[in-house]
T-cell receptor
């Protein structure tokens, strides 16, 4: 069935280094969302991308949606200890049930101060 | 203060017992969802409901049941038929409408079956 693959599974960085996580879908997506889950917490919505080739920025975070709408990335510039957590992408199919998201397995980011 | 509440935060049950997890939202959202999260795994959809008195199976519905008698409530029952019920359970809700259907998550219930 439909899958959203996310890599890497884990990433350990030194504070100040950059971080990127990638998502790939086996089929074309109508949109993709990104969530962050802090340790011991619940997922919190970060952003949604809808258009082919879309790029959105939130301070040090840059989100991209591929031209074919099959892949996406999240890039964090100059990581801080507050960035620690697991980042999930979640894609929605064309014609899929309303709100039925397919989540990637997430990338767990740890930041060494 | 609007949001989603799940209770309890931690739940322990003996094997063979059914257990019901509560989920309540006061966001006036039409859609509600139940996910299961295991260590190192993403969120897997158990059931979802887009309107009162209607719900659909997700990817891993076997061994679970739900009801949606009120807009604000979507309880999940983990039955004894669920072979590996120990997990972190997350409830979420969203508005209807494409494509702006950001999901709001509750704090989760960590279920341990002994």
């Amino acid at each position: 069935g439909q899958q959203v693959m996310q890599i890497p599974q884990y990433q350990h960085v030194q504070e100040g280094e950059d971080f990127t996580t990638y998502c790939n879908s086996s089929t074309t997506l109508s949109n993709i969302q990104w969530y962050k889950q802090r340790p011991g917490g619940h997922p919190v919505f970060l952003i949604q991308l809808v258009k082919s080739g879309e790029v959105k920025k939130q301070k040090r975070l840059t989100f991209q949606f591929g031209e074919a709408k099959k892949n996406s990335s999240l890039h964090i510039t100059a990581t801080q200890t507050t960035d620690v957590g697991t980042y999930f992408c979640a894609g929605q199919n064309y014609g899929g049930s309303q709100g039925n998201l397919i989540f990637g397995k997430g990338t767990k980011l740890s930041v060494k101060p | 203060d609007g949001g989603i509440t799940q209770s309890p935060k931690y739940l322990f049950r003996k094997e063979g017992q059914n257990v019901t997890l509560s989920c309540e939202q006061n966001l006036n959202h039409d859609a509600m969802y139940w996910y299961r999260q295991d260590p190192g795994q993403g969120l897997r959809l158990i059931y979802y409901s887009q309107i009162v008195n209607d719900f659909q199976k997700g990817d891993i519905a076997e061994g679970y049941s739900v009801s949606r008698e009120k807009k604000e409530s979507f309880p999940l029952t983990v039955t004894s038929a669920q072979k590996n019920p120990t997990a972190f359970y997350l409830c979420a809700s969203s508005t209807q409408g494409v494509p702006y259907n950001e999901q709001f998550f509750g704090p989760g219930t960590r279920l341990t079956v002994l």
